[in-house]
Structure formats: C-alpha cells, structure tokens
C-alpha cells in the first residue's frame, strides 16, 4: 500500500485523515512538532486502531515556516507517494500577522512543495489544504444572488487586513495561491489538489480529546453556545455560517488519491448554511436537560450563497454529513468527555 505524508498530524482535521487512512490500509507518515506529541499520538492510534496503527510512523517538523522544514522527511522516507498538506496555524487573536499567520502558512506550503521537488522523486500527487477563506467574498457575505463556488477567489489584501481573523483568512488565500503557482512555475511531477473546507464541525477523533478547557477554534462555536450563561440573552452571532463535517472533510483529501480525475482541481466541501440560532436549536432539541436559553427559535436566516454542485460531481456524487448530526455528535462527545473528568 502507498505511503502518505501528512503535515500537521496533531490537529483537528489530520487526526481524522490520519485515522481515514490507516483504516483503509496506507501507511502513513504524520510530521509533528515534537517527539512527546509523536509518543503520545501513537500510543492513541494504537489504542484505537490496534494493529492499523503498525502503519504509522511520525517525523518531527518543528516550524514549517523554516525553509527546508521538510528535507528531512523526504530523505528518510524516500517511499512517500501522496502528500496531504494540512498544517497551518488556526489560533485566532494573535497580533504578529506575518510570524503567526501568513509566514507559516505561505512559507510551509511552499517549502512542503520545494521538498518534494528536491527529494520526494515518487510523489505523485498532493492536496493541499486550504479554505473557505480563500474564495469568500467579504463584501458578498449577505448577497443570496452572489454565488461562492470553486471558481472565485477573496479579493482580501495585505493593506485591508485589521484583525487576527482577517489575517487568517488572507493567510489562507495566500497559501492557497502560492500551491497553484508552485505548479504552474516548476516543471514538478506531481499534481496539486485544493480542499477549500467550510468551517469545520464534529467530533474529535479522539474522545478523550473533547474534554479539554479549549477545543479546535472551530469547535469553539459549538462550546461558546453549549456554555452560554444561562443567565444572559442568547445572542444568534454567526448568521452567514456555511458548515461541514471534519469526517467528510477527511474523506474529501483521501479521494484524489484513489479516484482519477479528481486531482489538479479545487473541492469545496460544504454540507449547509447555520446561525448560531439553528445550533441552539439542535442542541435545545436533543439535550432539552442542559436547559439553554432558547434565544428566537424562528431567527435563522442567512443569506450567504453558495454552491459546491461541481466538487459533487467530480467525486462522483457524496452526502455529506448534516449540521443536525454535526452539532449531536459533537456536543455528546463533549458531554462524556466532561462527565469522564
Ligand atoms: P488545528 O489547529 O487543530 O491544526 C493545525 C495543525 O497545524 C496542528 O497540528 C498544528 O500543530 C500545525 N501547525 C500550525 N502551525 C505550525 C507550524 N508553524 N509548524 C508546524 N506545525 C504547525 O486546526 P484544524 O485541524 O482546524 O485545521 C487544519 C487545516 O484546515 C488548516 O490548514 C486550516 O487552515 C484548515 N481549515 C480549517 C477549518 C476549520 O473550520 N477548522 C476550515 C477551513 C480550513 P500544533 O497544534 O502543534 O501547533
């Protein structure tokens, strides 16, 4: 079975891809930033996954924003055949911009990429994760008539970046570009896919990781209601919110390696719009016992427009996964991770 680099091993989305893949038989290559968390994951997957997790192995990437972070990996393993990008940083609130967002993410994807050219002789194919982010259209966020799909880009630059938020986004899009251009300017003998996930929901892969103080920045959504203060008025937030599962997202980089075709495009995986008022809903329905405030159970309107017909279409037709089982199964998780405490 091929091998598999995937980059930033500790995260969210990677676990699961990780989990995606040894499950199907691939051997697996996870970077990580240091030798504990390699020692900590594998005694996880083991545990997991038993024998499956024979497959993995990690290799320590400490900073991908280092030129050269990479050429380490390749040279010890001269078999990697797939690459999966996944590692850039998504801590919001940071202040230094260029060193917390746009370094690691510009820097790492173009050095994963210079790597492989250099010493990664059997790469065939690489998907690179990027976002949401890299096609949305600030000033478009509530025109239904404007469509975000495969084709558009974020016209965000440098000069009207403001915030952290702003400059994780930009970060993205930037990546994305550079991954594009990396193709198109080297004579590389691989192909370059894109997964321009919506905000990420679900479960951790790890059910022990779903008691923690602080969960993925995207989960937080999720745990900001789940803890709202029972004693203030609920107020519906996020109201242009277009989700997806981390399960679906993990499936959705594994399909350009098996399926031909499919590589050298942009997928946009993307399963419905949200407000923070459809997730109070939900979890109001299936967990009546938290007794959250119940906010305007009516206020769900979102305008944002979107379509991803043509990711459909090239995988060959998918359902993803919907936002009700989304928020339960990521709010049980929660719960039993707490009570297990
Ligand atoms: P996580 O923060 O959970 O994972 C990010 C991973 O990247 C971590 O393993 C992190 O390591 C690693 N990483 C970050 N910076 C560096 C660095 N400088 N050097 C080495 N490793 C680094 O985020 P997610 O799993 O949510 O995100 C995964 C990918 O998906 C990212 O590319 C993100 O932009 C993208 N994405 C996420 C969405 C979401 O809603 N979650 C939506 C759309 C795209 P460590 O934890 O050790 O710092």
Redesign the pocket.
């Known amino acids: 079975m091929s091998t598999v680099l995937v980059?930033?091993?500790?995260?969210?989305?990677?676990?699961h891809i990780v989990g995606q893949l040894l499950q199907k038989g691939y051997k697996v290559v996870g970077?990580?930033?240091?030798v504990s968390?390699a020692e900590e994951l594998g005694f996880e997957f083991s545990q997991k996954l038993g024998h499956k997790a024979d497959n993995l192995v990690f290799s320590i990437?400490?900073?991908?924003?280092v030129s050269d972070?990479f050429d380490k990996t390749f040279k010890l393993h001269p078999d990697i055949s797939y690459v999966l990008?996944?590692?850039?940083?998504?801590?919001l609130g940071q202040t230094d911009f260029e060193k917390s967002y746009y370094?690691?993410?510009l820097k790492?994807t173009f050095g994963v990429l210079n790597s492989i050219k250099r010493y990664g002789p059997k790469v065939s194919k690489v998907v690179v994760?990027?976002?949401?982010?890299s096609l949305m259209n600030f000033d478009k966020l509530t025109d239904p008539t404007f469509i975000h799909n495969e084709t558009v880009w974020n016209p965000l630059t440098k000069d009207k970046v403001q915030d952290s938020v702003a400059a994780?986004i930009l970060?993205?899009k930037l990546?994305e570009e550079a991954a594009w251009n990396f193709v198109r300017d080297n004579d590389v003998n691989f192909s370059v896919t894109t997964?321009?996930?919506?905000?990420?929901?679900g479960p951790q892969y790890f059910d022990k990781n779903a008691g923690a103080k602080k969960l993925?920045?995207?989960?937080q959504l999720i745990t900001n209601i789940l803890d709202w203060n029972p004693n203030q008025p609920f107020v519906n937030n996020t109201r242009t919110g277009l989700c997806v599962d981390?399960r679906d997202?993990a499936a959705l980089h594994i399909i350009p390696l098996e399926k031909p075709g499919v590589e050298g495009h942009r997928l946009f995986p993307a399963s419905g719009l949200f407000t923070d008022q459809d997730i109070l809903n939900i979890i109001n329905e299936n967990f009546p016992q938290l007794r959250l405030p119940t906010g305007e159970p009516d206020d769900t309107e979102n305008p944002f427009g979107y379509s991803n017909e043509k990711t459909v279409e090239l995988v060959g037709g998918y359902n993803f996964i919907p936002l009700k089982k989304q928020v339960v199964d990521t709010v049980q998780q929660i719960l039993d991770a707490r009570a297990a405490k």
């Open positions: 980059t930033g091993a500790s995260g969210f989305l990677a676990l970077s990580v930033r240091s968390k990437v400490e900073d991908i924003a972070a990008h996944t590692a850039s940083p998504f801590t370094d690691p993410a790492g994760t990027s976002s949401l982010a994780y970060s993205k990546a997964i321009t996930p919506a905000y990420i929901l993925n920045q995207s989960n981390v997202v």
